[in-house]
């Protein structure tokens, strides 16, 4: 009776027929204030209250307090890096320049690229607590931080993704397009370029599941990638399920959330089947139901990101990207 199931743990970065799993009251608690980002209008969503509310439940220990002062700090110092009546693109340009050149601004300590950490395989190091602190991020940690100071400058952005990383988009009206601003490198790039780099399917494209401006509740499912990671990583299966439905909620097409929704499944079987009967021959009568439906739930997700375009990378395509990390510390002497 052994039936085909999948998992496939990510660690870097992003109307359905849900399976209704009761939270626990821990889960419920602490997932209250990523709902109420989810649940209000676009207009009303915060960036940093949504990704507060993520990093808390990871590390209770976050100090909101003193990232929100933080915040408060960096955007004064943007707000002294542009004149009265600056146009949106003037502020996006005194914003990078804030955070990316050295300059009394930031005491001469600009944000930049981790490269002790290419994979992101550091949790701690996609929390906005560490970013602020150590000013060394990830394709995470670095475009939520510019969406969130870009939101409170009052600038029209938006988080965009493609596969395993994390953008942001301007609405640049001397351009009278959305353009690109790569966080990781604060500059500019072109849709093209993510294409060829992050390794875009034709597929992907046609149904426009990357490289798109997000609305800001669809931002806040990137926001809670992290969160299904946290989960994922704890093996708590029912948490896992209850945050990708809140993000697919939000976006149908969020391949990440579907792909964490499969491993959700796949936890659960591995809890209530497989580790209880090795022999998928001895599940009980009265269960082989409820074991066909989780194992038919558990590849419909991967059925349905595949159909819209996703695709893990490859071994070759990872060592490429880690060769150009290695290419990137020797022209910065690490």
Partial sequence: ?????????????????LLVVAPT???????????????LPDQRVSYLDAKLAVDRVIDPSTDEIAVR???????????????IGA?????????????????????NRP????????????????HLATYLRTRKGNCVSMPILLVILG??????????????????????????????????????????SYERDTHITSLALQNDIYLRPLLPREGVGVIASTLMEHYGRQKSADALLEVAELVLAANSKDTIALIWKGNAYYLQLQEHYANRYPNP??????????????????????????????????????????RSIEREKTQRGQ
């Avoid at 009776?1 to 870097?12: A, C, E, L, N």
């Fill in 111 to 126: 944000f930049s690229y981790d490269l002790s950490d290419p994979l992101g395989s550091q949790p701690a190091n996609k």
């Fill in 151 to 192: 939101q409170r400058l009052g600038l029209p952005v938006a988080l965009a993704t493609a596969p395993s990383h994390v953008m942001v988009k301007f609405a640049d009206d001397t351009q009278q397009a959305w353009v690109n601003v790569e966080a990781t490198q604060g500059g500019f790039k072109f849709d093209s």
């Fill in 69 to 83: 002062r933080d915040i408060d700090r960096w955007e004064r110092a943007v707000r002294d890096n542009f004149p």
């Fill in 281 to 322: 021959a001895d599940i009980p009568a009265d269960k082989v139901a409820d074991y066909q439906r989780l194992s038919q739930a558990n590849l419909a997700m991967y059925d349905q990101a595949e159909r819209l375009g996703w695709a893990p990378w490859t071994p070759e395509q990872e060592a490429a990207y880690l």
């Fill in 25 to 39: 009251s821990w889960a419920a608690a602490n997932l209250a204030p990523l709902r109420t980002q989810f649940a």
């Fill in 1 to 17: 009776m052994g039936i085909k199931i999948r998992h496939f743990w990510m660690t870097r970065a992003i109307g359905l027929c």
């Fill in 87 to 107: 146009s949106d693109r003037g502020i996006l340009d005194a914003l990078l320049k804030t955070l990316y050149t050295p300059g009394p601004w930031n005491d």
